[in-house]
């Protein structure tokens, strides 16, 4: 359950001299001279919840600061912090946030000059489901307030996978076990509804007036009134945007045949049209600042089309149920652009910049093709987009190769923000933004043929509500690299490499390098276990390629910050052998290092840890206990140690070297202190 405890008065929280220089490093220019400037301090900046310090050199760059609600003002109360799924709190980024009454409010003083804002938040939902909307006041150093329309129409599902929007629905799966009453439940069993709330958040992005200074404060109000019993904020990012980009030579704009900028009227038509005029003619497809409605799939190929900018160019649509069931099995149609199916040779020169997609997807069936962009598009870039409510924002289908993903912003899928399905190649994700997806952050499924020679490299997930930020299925000579993962919810780690899926093989090398997890090592609920920050599976076959685990930051874990495991019923046909681990840095731990559930072996240089909960390793090997040791071992090769508070000696002692039995089932959490510079 989350701690609410009522703020007593306006305290102002100060803001450390690191803080405000990583800010300004990150590209915030304070309004110097300006008299708000000179007056007010500035709400910390975080990055992930965290001194932006923390996670130097890692992640996306953004345009946007990102200040957390439970650092500003506040009359309202603070909720959190809480790692248990289905709560508020533990979908929050940094596992805290603040909740609104109506007629309570949170202010934000800003670090830098700002004309656009973006409020992470949760409303409930309708008794019956479907969501409520509710006004969210907006005021500037105590101006005219402007209205934000908050909604959780995309928000609020339950029950066991793939969810429903009902929260008055029975068990989906009563033949499925379950952890509440360590059982399969059959028919005769009652859960308490509603069952397994979650995916409580959306965001709002607001284009202000004009532009503020410096030291200008953002107060946020649940006006009296509001249908919301109850408004919490997670926080407010802040920027300054550039006005709408002007049509580029070399292009044609969808409004010359006929485009409505005002949404009104479908769009659809005058885009293919636009889209196969300018393929005939060399051209650009230009879609100037507007909002555009397309219901429908757009098949791009051999084509560019830009936009005057994310925030200014906005192609939205509605989710539309089809007359009968499409060869994919989709059942609905929406926005998207898609390339052409991989079997009918793809598509290929395909350059997408510079837009907004709105989706309109509520809820999840894993038949549909409602994703922001599909299909199969080699040779292709894709950047500058903001992806939001649809059910995957990009899923590629190979085979294909030479995509490059790029500076995209991916918020509040039912699913994931990406995944390399199937034979994708020599591709890039890079400087993408993801937060609150509904799986996957970031995905590459080798199912029925490798990806291979790919790269996620400076990407920022935060709040997966399901499953990992970043997950590897299978696949040959991949590299995950200078990522940030932050706060997986349930069921998932920061960095997941798994046999599973029914993927191919892991094969030549998987590196994954110089990335940081913070908040990860989340709960295995079907298990009732504890995950790892970083957790290799061996379900569908073992994992012996050469997995290179080097120079990564794993920060203030729930559990454990390695785990190594294979399920139960085929714990005695596969291992997990060749994985090296060298130069981490393990900063709170609140059960093992290393947790091994598996048979095979591993190996251990420069690995630095404190303040770990329990034993560095927890041994358990197949299970089998054999007097010989654990079935899995551990190789030492030095400079292997340990620190901090809970630590009672290194991490990776002697004693425990290399295969002795430490098995303890399910340890003890110690929560870790929070993390610290090194």
């Not at 045949?257 to 659809?268: H, I, L, N, S």
């Not at 300018?278 to 560019?304: K, M, S």
């Not at 139960?568 to 090296?580: A, C, E, F, M």
Request: hydrophobic fraction near 40%.
């Amino acid at each position: 359950m989350s701690t609410r405890t009522r703020s007593s008065g306006r305290p102002r929280r100060r803001l450390r001299s690191s803080i405000l220089v990583a800010a300004l490093a990150c590209g915030a220019v304070v309004g110097a001279g300006s008299p708000a400037a000179a007056s007010a301090e500035p709400t910390p900046v975080t990055r992930a919840a965290l001194d932006p310090v923390l996670v130097e050199g890692r992640g996306a760059q953004v345009a946007f600061l990102e200040q957390e609600a439970e650092n500003a003002e506040t009359n309202g109360e603070l909720i959190g912090p809480d790692r248990s799924a289905y709560t508020l709190p533990a979908e929050a980024s940094g596992r805290t946030a603040v909740q609104l009454d109506p007629g309570e409010y949170v202010e934000f003083t800003l670090p830098a000059p700002t004309n656009a804002i973006t409020v992470r938040y949760s409303i409930p939902d309708a008794p019956n489901g479907g969501g409520i909307t509710a006004p969210l006041a907006v005021s500037v150093d105590g101006g005219t307030s402007e209205t934000m329309t908050l909604t959780s129409q995309y928000a609020w599902l339950y029950n066991q996978y793939p969810f429903t929007n009902d929260p008055n629905a029975g068990l989906l799966h009563p033949d499925w076990w379950i952890t509440e009453c360590g059982c399969v439940p059959g028919e005769g069993f009652e859960v308490t509804k509603p069952f397994r709330p979650m995916h409580f958040y959306d965001e709002q992005r607001m284009l202000l007036s004009r532009t503020h200074p410096a030291g200008s404060v953002v107060r946020l109000t649940a006006p009296q009134g509001t249908d919301a019993a109850w408004t919490v904020i997670d926080l407010l990012d802040s920027e300054f945007v550039a006005p709408p980009a002007t049509r580029p030579a070399g292009s044609v704009s969808v409004t010359k045949f006929g485009a409505d900028p005002t949404g009104r009227r479908d769009a659809g038509n005058a885009f293919r049209t636009a889209i196969a005029y300018a393929q005939r003619h060399d051209l650009t497809v230009y879609v100037p600042a507007g909002t555009f409605q397309v219901n429908e799939h757009l098949i791009v190929d051999d084509v560019t089309i830009e936009g005057a900018g994310n925030w200014h160019t906005i192609i939205r649509g509605s989710q539309v149920a089809l007359k009968k069931l499409a060869p994919d099995g989709s059942v609905h149609t929406g926005v998207g652009f898609y390339g052409r199916d991989a079997a009918a040779g793809g598509s290929s020169n395909v350059h997408l910049a510079d837009f907004a997609i709105e989706g309109d997807v509520r809820e999840r069936i894993d038949t549909d093709q409602v994703n922001a962009v599909g299909g199969a598009m080699s040779d292709s870039t894709i950047s500058g987009l903001h992806i939001s409510h649809t059910k995957v924002g990009l899923w590629f289908d190979g085979p294909m190769q030479g995509v490059a993903v790029t500076g995209n912003i991916v918020v509040d899928q039912i699913a994931d923000a990406l995944n390399f399905h199937t034979g994708v190649a020599d591709s890039v994700v890079s400087g993408n933004y993801v937060r609150n997806t509904g799986d996957d952050g970031l995905a590459m499924w080798s199912e029925a043929t490798a990806n291979a020679g790919n790269t996620f490299d400076r990407n920022t997930v935060q709040t997966p509500t399901l499953a990992n930020g970043i997950a590897i299925y299978g696949g040959t000579d991949n590299t995950v690299s200078n990522n940030l993962v932050a706060d997986p919810i349930r069921e998932g780690s920061g960095i997941h490499v798994g046999s599973r899926f029914g993927a191919e093989a892991f094969t030549g090398h998987l590196w994954i390098t110089d990335n940081t997890t913070v908040r990860a090592g989340t709960s295995e609920l079907n298990w009732n276990i504890g995950l790892g920050a970083i957790w290799l599976y061996a379900l569908d076959r073992p994992i012996d390629a050469d997995v290179q685990v080097v120079g990564n930051h794993l920060l203030d874990n729930t559990y454990n910050a390695i785990l190594l495991v294979a399920d139960w019923p085929v714990k005695d046909l596969y291992s997990i052998t060749n994985v090296h681990f060298r130069d981490l840095r393990i900063d709170g731990t609140g059960t093992s290092v290393v947790s091994a559930r598996v048979a095979g072996s591993a190996s251990f240089e420069n690995v630095d840890a404190r303040n770990v909960g329990a034993v560095g390793v927890n041994n358990c090997g197949s299970f089998n206990f054999p007097p010989t040791g654990s079935e899995f071992s551990l190789i030492d090769l030095g400079g292997n140690d340990s620190s901090g508070a809970n630590t009672t000696g290194p991490w990776l002692a002697p004693w425990e070297l290399p295969n002795t039995i430490t098995c303890d089932d399910r340890p003890p959490v110690v929560a870790p202190p929070a993390p610290s510079p090194w």
